[in-house]
């Protein structure tokens, strides 16, 4: 068996230009869609993730606005900029890029965002909205992996779905969203004794754990769904070192499973995609206000 490919570059180029045509009508009616990001300090692969939100927000039609606020900026100076976005009008969707220096409450900037403009889908409402159904903002990289499952015309309803992973991020929202598509979810982790008997009993295998090739192919079920959020990188000393690969072993796991998204080139534009959605909701939720 050869998997199909869920190629998430192709998906995440049609709903863009979808959000593109929607953006401008809503332009159109004098709402255009905004979102504002704010980078703290200078890490350089926070400043990739940055540029490539912007690129995409420019790309759609969005206005978009980047705070760049130097490394020792106080905890109080940050919520203040916060404040100012969310009285903003202009603005629909607040984005602070993580992580944050050390010296300031991840936790507290997250709350600090009006629900309103809580585009991530980080904020304890959000969270909550979530867990009983009601209208919220869903984190961004689950929502755009439910993209990719229904992309292929896969029906959850019944299935038995396996997350690899338990952050508040990822597992514990994907888990929720799959569970709203009828799916019967187990939420397994690094520390689960049994993991490659249960990802054997399981139709939809979504890995999330953040350990490279941690999902190989006999540990699959012939013909699941396999969605790999893994960003890793093989270490100093592999033939490979320095690449890109994902939390399921590619080449073992697409002999065995009958979709697969790959690592780069899958879930990675998704996640943008969908904060794009994300806000053009926002915009669109002031608009009938």
């Known amino acids: 068996m050869s998997a199909h490919i869920i190629d998430g570059n192709a998906l995440a180029k049609k709903l863009r230009a979808e959000f593109r045509e929607k953006a401008a009508q809503l332009t159109g009616q004098g709402q255009q869609p905004g979102l504002a990001v704010i980078l703290v300090g200078d890490d350089p692969a926070s400043q990739v993730y940055v540029r490539n939100k912007v690129k995409a927000c420019e790309e759609a039609g969005f206005l978009s606005r980047l705070e760049r606020l130097p490394a020792n900026t106080s905890e109080a100076d940050l919520l203040a900029h916060i404040e100012a976005l969310n009285q903003d009008a202009l603005i629909h969707g607040i984005l602070v890029q993580l992580p944050v220096p050390k010296h300031i409450n991840e936790q507290k900037v997250i709350e600090a965002i009006s629900p309103a403009k809580d585009v991530d889908g980080f904020h304890v409402s959000s969270a909550g909205a979530l867990m009983v159904g009601m209208e919220g903002f869903k984190p961004c990289t689950p929502y755009g992996c439910m993209k990719m499952i229904e992309s292929i015309g896969y029906d959850l309803r019944g299935k038995h779905a396996v997350v690899v992973g338990r952050s508040n991020i990822v597992g514990k929202p994907m888990a929720m969203l799959l569970l709203a598509a009828d799916a019967t979810v187990t939420i397994t982790h690094s520390k689960t004794p049994n993991l490659k008997e249960i990802l054997q009993s399981a139709d939809v295998v979504i890995a999330a754990v953040g350990r490279p090739n941690m999902v190989t192919g006999d540990m699959l079920k012939p013909g699941?769904?396999?969605?790999?959020?893994?960003?890793?990188?093989?270490?100093?000393?592999?033939?490979?070192?320095?690449?890109?690969?994902?939390?399921?072993?590619?080449?073992?796991?697409?002999?065995?499973?009958?979709?697969?998204?790959?690592?780069?080139?899958?879930?990675?534009?998704?996640?943008?995609?969908?904060?794009?959605?994300?806000?053009?909701?926002?915009?669109?939720?002031?608009?009938?206000?």
């Open 224 to 289: 699941a769904v396999v969605i790999d959020v893994g960003i890793n990188r093989y270490p100093e000393g592999h033939a490979l070192a320095g690449k890109l690969c994902g939390d399921v072993d590619f080449d073992s796991a697409a002999k065995v499973a009958g979709y697969i998204s790959p690592v780069p080139g899958g879930v990675g534009p998704m996640t943008i995609t969908m904060l794009l959605g994300n806000t053009l909701e926002a915009a669109q939720r002031r608009l009938s206000a």
